[in-house]
């Protein structure tokens, strides 16, 4: 099984940055980032597909970017402009075949890291 290790989460000002990184022990297809705020039930954040095709929840666009160095097996999430209502613990997820599907559905994922937690404040 692929095991997929998030790292670059921290306690950041409002208006900051911070950049997510995800490595995966193998070959992905696709991979995501989800979130979980307190309280809240993880949420879709931004995916890219095996194909290159990206997708991010409308409260990111423009303020985050996602990208992916294949020959690292690795994903990254630039986060700019982070406000406090993006304060959560951040988790990567990865495929592990090809799937035609909804990149939005956490459930197409097969292997999930253990987070890292994103704290804005303002």
């Known amino acids: 099984q692929v095991q997929v290790v998030e790292s670059g989460g921290g306690l950041v000002q409002a208006g900051g940055s911070l950049r997510l990184s995800c490595a995966a022990s193998?070959?992905?297809?696709?991979m995501a980032w989800f979130r979980r705020a307190p309280g809240k039930e993880r949420e879709f954040v931004s995916a890219i597909g095996w194909t290159g095709t990206i997708y991010y929840t409308d409260s990111v666009k423009g303020r985050f970017t996602i990208s992916r160095d294949s020959a690292k097996n690795t994903v990254y999430l630039q986060m700019n402009s982070l406000k406090p209502e993006d304060t959560a613990i951040y988790y990567c997820?990865?495929?592990?075949?090809?799937?035609?599907?909804?990149?939005?559905?956490?459930?197409?994922?097969?292997?999930w890291g253990q987070g890292t937690q994103v704290t804005v404040s303002s």
């Open positions: 193998g070959r992905t297809f696709s």
């Open positions: 997820a990865a495929t592990l075949s090809y799937k035609a599907a909804n990149h939005r559905d956490k459930d197409i994922y097969d292997s």
